[in-house]
């Protein structure tokens, strides 16, 4: 018996949110089941009505967890690697890294998504193309990215200076939507610390079967108006 079920996008592979819980259960070695929901879909129906994922599910179906950042946490405390465990979390009882990693952790996955989803979906032709919101997303992105600057600026990493932490791991994820998008060559001659940045993380042990053909943009691509 696993100790689990992880629902996830499987086949598409398009969702930013499930990249980082799969690849926990890929490097963490977790027997944990992967499923994409098409393939148990009266049983991910019944148990998520709101059709959001990842979403687990626990052994013999007996209880359930949502969300992104709760899922990650779980999935790692699974792991018998007190080391990686540590790594990704940060030291049991150093209150002021954890809290630093889950500060990270909420602004990626909260307001810096929400944003970059509203330049690309137009990008992409997902939803209407609307001037002023566009416009208002791209500013709010240059905001939330000269605060991730400020802090590469004084170390290689976001929460831990020597090394990565699920605060980096989530945060790459959500800039990958960027560097396929809107951030350009141009872009990131301009933002150095942040590039140099992605690409050590994406370069970690604990994004396994992720990013392997990932590819950035060398041109910034424009809404379809």
Not at 61 to 67: K, N, Q, R, S, V
Request: hydrophobic share 40%; glycine share 4%.
């Amino acid at each position: 018996m696993s100790d689990g079920t992880l629902f996830t996008d499987l086949k598409a592979r398009q969702l930013i949110r499930t990249i980082v819980p799969r690849g926990l259960v890929r490097s963490l070695k977790l027997d944990v089941d992967l499923k994409d929901p098409s393939d148990a879909q009266e049983l991910y129906e019944s148990e998520f009505p709101w059709g959001k994922y990842p979403t687990f599910v626990g052994p013999h179906d007996e209880w359930t967890l949502t969300e992104e950042m709760a899922i990650d946490y779980y999935l790692i405390h699974l792991s018998k690697d007190s080391e990686a465990v540590t790594h990704l979390l940060g030291p049991v009882g150093n209150f002021k890294v954890r809290a630093d990693i889950l500060r990270w952790e909420s602004l990626s996955n909260s307001d810096f998504l929400i944003e970059l989803c509203k330049v690309f979906y137009p990008i992409m032709g997902l939803k209407p193309y609307d001037a002023a919101e566009f416009n208002t997303a791209r500013k709010n992105i240059d905001t939330i990215v000269s605060i991730y600057e400020r802090r590469l600026k004084e170390q290689q990493f976001l929460a831990c200076d020597d090394h990565e932490t699920l605060a980096d791991l989530i945060s790459a994820a959500a800039f990958s939507l960027g560097f396929i998008s809107i951030f350009d060559e141009e872009w990131r001659s301009k933002h150095p610390e942040i590039t140099e940045w992605f690409n050590k993380t994406l370069k970690s042990r604990f994004f396994e079967g992720e990013f392997e053909k990932f590819e950035m943009c060398k041109t910034a691509l424009q809404p379809k108006k």
